[in-house]
């Protein structure tokens, strides 16, 4: 009899222990009139993108989401390669890695969510110390950030004594603190420039540092990283893309090889790219650079047609509406950084907000 109760005592604690897993785990998925109605404009944006099926699933959490996050005083800045459901519909501030930056600077948030890659949330971690940074998937990393180690810095300044060094913000926070200054794709020529010697190291984009070695006098040092998805355009691809489409404009990411920037007709940031398209307006334009850029600047632009040629950013594609929601109830994940690595790595990017964009 005894041992009967003790089971049926285990079977009613798991039962709890189940129910409890299965709340924390539960998501809003109820499409009621509430949500239908909060979330109706929202929809009107996204609705070329996102087919009508599909938003009963979205609609949701992104109310949530959106009630939460302004209870908290929670801001959501979101990368340009965000999904348009992220991109559009949950975030407060979009742009790209330069925006971010000014942006988790000067945010009166009391916690910013980064909807993006780490090396974004620990930048944005660097400028604003005092607030809570969170990063809904911790494994969404780089193969940039990830070619390059603060040792490697050291070695290049013990073989290149008293030339500086400019690093891509695509880095950990442990390489930044080795850095003279940091540049993004937005602002890399006028950086390098700003230094005003004949020589910098420039890292770890080898791409990046080519495309920037035509555009100037100034020698460069580089090293041997890759954009894993920029690398994969060839010069070939884009070159069919314009056979087949007559008048096409190719607007190209400076980190796609020299070969590919040849053949296009623009190259810039993201943020570059899409201004490009708002303020000119081509009839056709073929962005050469990560998927889910063409959806979210298509949603902005419905006169311009796209040719998409799809490389997904598996770091960036690990964000999702489920993950966010998570970060905001769980306060996840959190970004940690040393505070000795924060004061070197601050000098760095604070030279290259000075500078600003060009
Ligand atoms: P942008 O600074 O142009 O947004 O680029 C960031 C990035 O990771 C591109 O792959
Ligand atoms: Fe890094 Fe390339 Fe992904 Fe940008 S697109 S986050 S550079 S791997």
């Known amino acids: 009899m005894l041992k009967y109760i003790h089971l049926n005592i285990i079977v009613i604690i798991n039962n709890i222990r189940k129910t409890m897993i299965s709340e924390e785990l539960s998501y809003p998925s109820d499409f009621n009139a509430e949500v239908k109605n909060a979330t109706e404009k929202l929809y009107k944006n996204v609705s070329k993108i996102i087919p009508e099926v599909e938003w009963p699933f979205h609609a949701p ?14 801001a959501i800045l979101t990368h340009n390669y965000q999904t348009p459901e992220i991109f559009h519909c949950v975030s407060d501030i979009v742009g790209d890695s330069l925006k971010l930056a000014y942006e988790a600077r000067d945010s009166d948030a009391d916690t910013i969510i980064m909807c993006g890659v780490h090396f974004m949330a620990e930048t944005a971690k660097i400028l604003s110390p005092e607030k809570n940074v969170l990063i809904p998937d911790h494994r969404a990393g780089c193969s940039l950030s990830d070619s390059i180690t603060a040792k490697d810095i050291r070695l290049l300044k013990e073989r290149y004594p008293g030339v500086p060094v400019v690093t891509y913000v695509n880095t950990s926070a442990e390489v930044k603190a080795e850095t003279d200054v940091c540049c993004t794709s937005g602002n890399a020529k006028h950086v390098v420039e700003s230094l005003g010697t004949d020589t ?5 984009d080898e791409y990046l540092a080519k495309n920037i070695a035509s555009q100037t006098n100034v020698k460069i040092i580089s090293w041997k990283g890759r954009c894993e998805v920029h690398e994969r355009f060839t010069a070939k691809e884009i070159l069919s893309y314009k056979e087949q489409h007559e008048n096409i404009v190719v607007l190209a990411h400076p980190e796609c090889s020299p070969e590919v920037v040849a053949v296009s007709d623009f190259t810039g940031s993201t943020a570059g790219m899409s201004n490009y398209v708002k303020d000119n307006q081509p009839e056709k334009v073929i962005m050469v650079t990560e998927c889910s850029m063409s959806d979210n600047v298509a949603i902005e632009n419905p006169n311009v047609d796209f040719v998409r040629p799809c490389n997904l950013c598996p770091h960036m ?18 970004i940690v950084v040393e505070e000795n690595i924060i004061n070197k790595a601050r000098l760095a990017i604070d030279r290259m907000l000075e500078i600003g964009r060009k």
Do not use: G, M, T
């Open 317 to 334: 594609k690990r964000i999702s509406l489920k993950k966010i929601y998570d970060a905001i109830r769980f306060n996840q994940h959190e």
């Open 61 to 74: 959490l992104i109310h949530e989401i959106n009630k939460l996050k302004k209870e908290k005083n929670i």
């Open 200 to 204: 910098v190291i420039f890292l770890p």
